[in-house]
């Protein structure tokens, strides 16, 4: 049986990682790896090869997809596969994720696997045949938005951190970035969203709430997205550097290596806010607090149009704090530094998130169901 994989964006690769992981110690599987940057250097650090590097960048145009799509139908028939799994790009632009689906014949079964609650890339204007979601939440806002058919797999990313000494790598990354046991720190997760306005502006006045906390010594932790630019992240830091406040980067490989670091993880929409709920459900004790940065009107406006905030859980099960007024966000730093605050989120998590260890399982049976209706 002979599968092939793609993957563009890191959160839906993260996922399919995992399942990769046990296909290819299946006999008789044959899995292929076809991924642009930043997925493919996961794949790799993850262990798996051979993974090939698709040599053409995303689109944004449908008058610029021709040389993509064209390659993609030059895959298909040069493994004609089985099955095809894919990740899938963000909303406004196509990779090869979304070039693969428009290119495939109908006796190819597709499947996306999807990390954000309800998202599909129309992009070509063409539904895979199934979209695994992480929750029953995500799949009836597929259902609703798009009409497409779903299977309810869970988080496959997660699974692992089941098995993480979770209380040993926090205080392991913390000395490694010398960050003493009364220091607090907050986390910025950096996003790819320089091109929006408010962004840079929400930084900036995020970093004035967290100056006036003259009461907590505290470090700024910034992980720069995988999308992120050199001149983007240099942005950022010139921000950092104009704040009079201690800052460091986040360089671990393992975003969870990142997250442990901190008390905040402060984010707009990024999907580490859903890894900082896993890490707490997962913990014996409250570790974080998963932070939503949605106060500036035209970041507003942008979840708004996207939906992103009705989708995800983060408000309707508080798996997160919404700061979402600029002049309360000295007076929300504080409250979400202080214990009772932690100790909500963590139990939050308890309360509310699915036990991950049976997603592999889910997606691989829905997998080999597809393969054996073939056969």
């Known amino acids: 049986m002979r599968i092939l994989v793609t993957a563009r964006d890191v959160g839906a690769a993260l996922n399919i990682i995992e399942i990769v992981k046990i296909l290819k110690q299946y006999a008789g599987v044959t899995v292929f790896i076809y991924a642009q940057p930043p997925a493919s250097k996961y794949f790799l650090r993850a262990g798996i090869q051979p993974v090939f590097e698709v040599p053409l960048p995303p689109t944004r145009s449908l008058n610029e997809a021709s040389d993509l799509l ?3 139908n030059q895959l298909i028939d040069k493994l004609n596969p089985d099955i095809i799994l894919s990740g899938l790009s963000s909303p406004g632009e196509a990779g090869i994720d979304e070039a693969i689906i428009a290119e495939c014949p109908a006796h190819i079964k597709t499947f996306v696997l999807q990390d954000f609650w309800g998202e599909i890339n129309f992009f070509f204007e063409k539904l895979a045949d199934c979209y695994l979601c992480i929750d029953h939440h995500a799949a009836e806002i597929t259902k609703k938005r798009f009409n497409a058919k779903t299977e309810v797999i869970g988080s496959p990313r ?10 040993e790598q926090r205080n392991y990354i913390r000395e490694y970035f010398n960050i003493t046991q009364s220091t607090k720190t907050i986390g910025l997760f950096g996003q790819a969203l320089h091109g929006i306005p408010g962004y840079m502006e929400t930084i900036s006045q995020w970093l004035q709430g967290c100056l006036q906390q003259e009461k907590t010594k505290l470090v700024i932790l910034y992980r720069p997205h995988p999308r992120e630019s050199e001149a983007d992240k240099e942005e950022t830091i010139r921000l950092l550097n104009a704040s009079g406040l201690e800052w460091k980067i986040l360089s671990t490989k393992l975003v969870e290596e990142s997250l442990l670091a901190c008390d905040l993880v402060c984010s707009f929409f990024s999907n580490c806010l859903y890894d900082a709920a896993y890490l707490n459900y997962f913990s014996l004790r409250p ?5 939503v940065l949605n106060f500036h009107s035209q970041i507003q406006n942008h979840t708004n149009q996207l939906n992103l905030y009705e989708a995800s859980p983060y408000r309707k099960q508080e798996l997160a704090f919404f700061c979402e007024s600029a002049h309360t966000l000295a007076n929300d730093i504080a409250h979400l530094l202080s214990k009772e605050c932690s100790y909500k989120y963590w139990l939050q998590s308890k309360i509310t998130l699915e036990n991950p260890s049976k997603s592999i399982v ?7 169901n597809r393969i054996h209706n073939i056969a």
């Open 70 to 72: 064209s390659y993609a």
């Open 158 to 167: 997660h699974a692992i951190y089941q098995t993480l000494n979770i209380e």
């Open 287 to 291: 570790i974080l607090t998963p932070v």
């Open 362 to 368: 889910n997606t691989l049976t829905s997998l080999f």
